[in-house]
C-alpha cells in the first residue's frame, strides 16, 4: 500500500495444507536490502524456493555492482526471473514494495505466477484472500495517507480481510518503509 | 497418439486432449493437473497410517516414529527404525514411499557426515533442514520426485537452543515447537496445542508424547506397533525406552 | 468455453442454456443437456439501523461477459395492497440467477397478499422470513438460485435483515452482503458497522485491549456506508456497475433512491 513519501506492506501468518494449520508463525514477507521488500503467497515451498532464489540473486548484484538493489530493478528481477520458468511455474504471486533510492518515491508492484508486472499507484493485493482485501483496501485507502494513517489503514484491511477467509488469519506482520527507517509490527489477530 | 505402455513412462500420463487447447488453457490445465497431483488423499497411501511426531522443550528435542513397517495391508516388520542420525545432535525421522525413505535420509546423512568430516565441525540443525530442503525441492521437480516427509530435530551445538523443523514431499519447510506427520496430525496437535509449553523439561515432555500416544492407540484404526523414541540432547541423542506395551482402553 | 460463446458477434446465435448444438459431433447424434441456471451477477447489500433498515442493490444485469440492462432491480417492496407497492412495509432483494429471483419475490409477494386478505392485517418481517424460507425449502431438491435478503422493522420498530442461502437457511443480522461481490464487501461491513477489529486507542495490549464498543448508526451513516462499498465492489468487480438502487424502510413507509454508478 502507498502512502504519502512512505510505503507499506503486510502478510498474515498462517501456514496450512488445505484445512489443517501446520503452523502459525509462517511470516511471507522479506527484506533485501535498506527498503526493498518482496511478498509471497501460494505454494509454500516455491515461497522458500523463491525467496532464498532471490536472496541469492540480490546478494550477487550487491557484489557486483557495490550497491543496494533499488525496488523497480528488483521487479524486473523477479518479473524475469519468474518468466524464465514459463512452462513449468513457481506457483507464487509475489507484491514487491519499496521506496526509490534516489527519489525516494514509493513503489509498489505485483506480479502473476510467471511474471506479468501489475504496476499499481494505490495498493496490491495477493493470495487466497484477494477478494476480500480488494473490497477492503477499495473502500479503505486514500491518497497521502502518513505513516501512522498508513499503518492503521493497512492493518485494518489486512486483519478485516482475513477474518472472512477461513484460510488466512493468526496474526500478522506489518512493515511501514519511510526513508530512513522501517518500522516492523506484530499483529495478534484472531487465533482461529 | 503415444500408446500406452510402450515401455515409456510418460506415455500414461500423456494427455491427448491438450493439443486442441489454446497455450492459456494448456497452462490452466497443468496447473489444475499438478494442483490435483499435490492434493494426496492419505488414506490411498499405505505411508498415510505411519506416524512421525515431534516435541521441543526447554534443552532437548524428541523424535517418535512408529515401528511397524507396512506394505498395504500387511506389516513386514514391527520393529523398524525410521530414523537416522545425521551427526552429534542432529536427528531425522522420516516416513513415506517404501523406497524412497531410505534412500533419501541415508542420501542427507551420508551428506552430513561427509561434511563433517571435511570441515570437522558439524553442521547445524538449522543449516541441515535448509540443506535437506533444498535436496528435497530440487527433487519435486525432476522426473521421479521423493515422496518423503520428514521431521528434523535437533539442539544447537553452540547455542544449546533446541529445534524441530517440519518437512514434507513438497519440500515445504517450517520451523515449530511441535509437529507431526500423516494422520496423527490431525489427532496430535489438538492436544499439543492445549498442553504444550516451550518451557517444559524431559520428563515433561515424553508425558506429553504418552499422551499423544495414546490418543493414536485410541483412535487409529491400526496398529502402528508402538514407537521409538529418541530425545536430542546438547549432549547427544539417546534412546528412551517406551512402553509398546501399555493397553489403552479404546473411548 | 462457454463464457466466450456467450457474445453473439463472435459466435454467432448465442445460448444461455447448454442445449447449444454440439460442433464436431458425428453426424445425426446430438447430446441433449439443459441447464437451467444461469449466473447473472451483481450483489445485494443490507443493513439494519436502530429504527431503520436499507436494503440495496445493484441495476447491472449480465449474462458471462455481456451487460444484458443497466436498470435491472434486484431490490423489491412486498406484500403492499395493490401492484405499486405504495404501502409496503417489507422488502426483499435477491441476486443470482435473475429469473428464479423474480418468480422468488412474485411467489412471496402473492403470500403476502393472501395474508393481508384472509386476516386483515399486513404480515410482519419475522412471519415473512420464516414464510421465505419455508418458500426457499420446499424446493429444497431443484432451487431457486437465488440469494435473498429480507428487510424490514420488527415489532419493537428494530431494524430487521434476515438473510438466505438458495435453500432457505436463514438468520437475523445487523448487516449482510450478498452476491457476486459479496467478498469484498462483507469484510468492509464488519469492519465499518459491527467495527470488528477497532479497539480502543491507549487501551493496553494483548487481552487488555477493550473493543471499540458499538453503537447504532444513523441513517445518513449507513447510506453513505452503502454508497463507499458499492463504489468499492464496481471498482474491482466487473459484474456491478451501473446504478445503485436504496430502499430505506422506516416506520414511515418505504423511500426508493437512485444512484448513479461506474458504467464501465
Not at chain 2, 510402450?6 to 491438450?18: D, I, K, V, Y
Not at chain 3, 435473475?98 to 412471496?108: H, I, M, N, T, Y
Request: glycine share 8%; hydrophobic share 40%.
Amino acid at each position: 500500500m502507498v502512502g504519502k513519501d512512505c510505503v507499506a506492506i503486510a502478510c498474515d501468518l498462517r501456514l496450512g495444507l488445505q484445512a489443517l494449520t501446520v503452523s502459525n508463525n509462517f511470516p511471507k514477507i522479506f527484506q533485501y536490502g535498506d527498503n526493498v521488500f518482496l511478498g509471497l503467497t501460494g505454494l509454500a515451498t516455491d515461497l522458500s524456493t523463491v525467496s532464498d532464489l532471490f536472496r541469492y540473486k540480490v546478494n550477487m548484484y550487491r557484489l557486483r555492482e557495490e550497491r543496494n538493489i533499488a525496488p523497480k530493478t528488483f521487479a524486473n528481477l523477479v518479473s524475469s526471473s519468474l518468466y524464465e520458468k514459463r512452462f513449468g511455474p513457481y506457483f507464487v504471486s509475489p507484491v514487491v514494495a519499496g521506496l526509490d533510492p534516489k527519489t525516494s518515491k514509493p513503489f509498489i508492484c505485483g506480479f502473476d505466477s510467471i511474471g506479468c508486472i501489475d504496476f499499481a499507484a494505490d495498493f496490491i493485493v495477493s493470495g487466497t484472500a484477494t477478494d476480500q482485501l480488494y473490497g477492503m483496501c477499495e473502500s479503505l485507502w486514500e491518497p497521502n495517507l502518513a505513516p501512522e494513517d498508513l499503518f492503521e489503514t493497512i492493518s485494518q484491511a489486512l486483519m478485516s480481510a482475513v477474518d472472512r477467509d477461513a484460510l488466512s488469519g493468526w496474526g500478522a506482520h506489518v512493515y511501514i518503509i519511510e526513508k530512513d527507517k522501517v518500522t516492523k509490527r506484530l499483529l495478534k489477530g484472531r487465533q482461529d | 497418439m503415444v500408446k500406452v505402455g510402450e515401455g515409456n513412462s510418460r506415455a500414461a500420463t500423456f494427455q491427448p486432449h491438450l493439443g486442441r487447447l489454446s497455450p492459456i488453457e494448456i497452462y490452466h490445465a497443468r496447473l489444475g493437473r499438478l494442483g490435483k497431483a499435490w492434493q494426496r488423499d492419505l488414506s490411498s497411501l499405505s505411508s498415510g497410517w505411519e506416524v512421525l511426531l515431534g516435541i521441543t522443550g526447554r534443552d532437548f528435542t524428541l523424535i517418535a516414529a512408529s515401528k511397524a513397517a507396512m506394505r498395504g495391508a500387511t506389516i513386514l516388520k514391527a520393529s523398524d527404525d525410521k530414523t537416522r542420525q545425521l551427526n552429534k545432535h542432529t536427528l531425522m525421522a522420516f516416513m513415506g514411499e517404501a523406497g524412497d525413505t531410505v534412500q533419501f535420509a541415508e542420501y542427507i546423512q551420508a551428506n552430513a557426515q561427509l561434511y563433517s568430516m571435511r570441515n570437522e565441525t558439524d553442521l547445524s540443525p538449522s543449516a541441515l533442514a535448509h540443506f535437506v530442503r533444498g535436496e528435497l525441492a530440487s527433487s519435486l521437480r525432476s522426473r521421479k520426485p521423493y515422496n518423503v516427509n520428514l521431521l528434523l530435530g535437533g539442539v544447537d551445538p553452540i547455542t544449546h537452543k533446541p529445534s524441530l523443523y517440519w518437512l514434507d514431499y513438497l519440500a515445504t519447510l517450517a520451523p515449530l515447537p511441535y509437529a507431526a506427520h500423516g494422520y496423527a496430525q490431525y489427532y496430535c496437535l489438538s492436544i499439543l496445542d492445549k498442553h504444550h509449553h516451550p518451557d517444559i523439561s524431559l520428563g515433561q515432555g515424553i508425558k506429553l508424547l504418552t499422551l499423544c500416544i495414546d490418543e493414536l492407540k485410541r483412535r487409529l484404526p491400526v496398529d502402528f506397533k508402538g514407537m521409538v523414541v529418541k530425545a536430542v540432547t546438547k549432549d547427544g541423542i539417546v534412546d528412551i525406552e517406551f512402553d509398546d506395551d501399555k493397553v489403552v482402553k479404546s473411548a | 468455453m462457454a463464457m466466450f460463446s456467450q457474445n453473439p458477434l463472435m459466435n454467432g446465435p448465442n445460448y444461455s442454456f447448454g442445449d447449444a448444438p454440439k460442433i464436431g459431433a458425428p453426424e445425426g447424434a446430438r447430446e441433449h443437456r439443459f441447464d437451467p441456471y444461469t449466473d447473472n451477477g451483481g450483489s445485494t447489500l443490507a443493513i439494519a439501523g436502530a429504527d431503520f433498515a436499507i436494503m440495496a442493490g445493484d441495476t447491472r444485469l449480465t449474462s458471462g461477459y455481456s451487460i444484458n440492462s443497466r436498470h435491472h432491480p434486484k431490490v423489491f417492496k412486498i406484500g403492499g395492497t395493490t401492484a405499486d407497492q405504495h404501502d409496503a412495509t417489507i422488502v426483499l432483494s435477491v441476486v443470482g440467477f435473475a429469473a428464479d429471483g423474480e418468480a422468488l419475490k412474485e411467489r412471496l409477494d402473492s403470500i403476502c397478499k393472501m395474508y393481508r386478505y384472509r386476516h386483515g392485517k399486513p404480515m410482519n418481517v419475522k412471519a415473512c422470513a420464516q414464510r421465505l424460507s419455508t418458500i426457499l425449502y420446499q424446493k429444497r431438491f431443484f432451487p431457486y438460485y437465488a440469494y435473498a435478503i429480507l428487510g424490514g422493522l420488527d415489532e419493537e420498530g428494530k431494524g430487521a435483515v434476515y438473510s438466505y442461502d438458495p435453500v432457505g437457511s436463514y438468520e437475523r443480522e445487523q448487516c449482510r452482503a450478498g452476491g457476486a461481490a459479496a467478498s469484498l464487501i462483507m469484510p468492509f461491513l464488519d469492519n465499518q458497522v459491527n467495527f470488528k477489529n477497532q479497539y480502543v486507542p491507549g487501551s493496553g495490549e494483548g487481552h487488555a485491549l477493550q473493543e471499540r464498543e458499538r453503537r447504532p448508526l444513523s441513517r445518513n451513516e449507513v447510506e453513505i456506508l452503502v454508497k463507499d462499498a458499492f463504489d468499492g465492489a464496481v471498482e474491482r468487480h466487473i459484474e456491478v456497475g451501473d446504478g445503485l438502487q436504496m430502499m430505506v424502510i422506516t416506520s414511515n413507509g418505504v423511500e426508493e433512491i437512485l444512484l448513479p454508478l461506474k458504467k464501465d
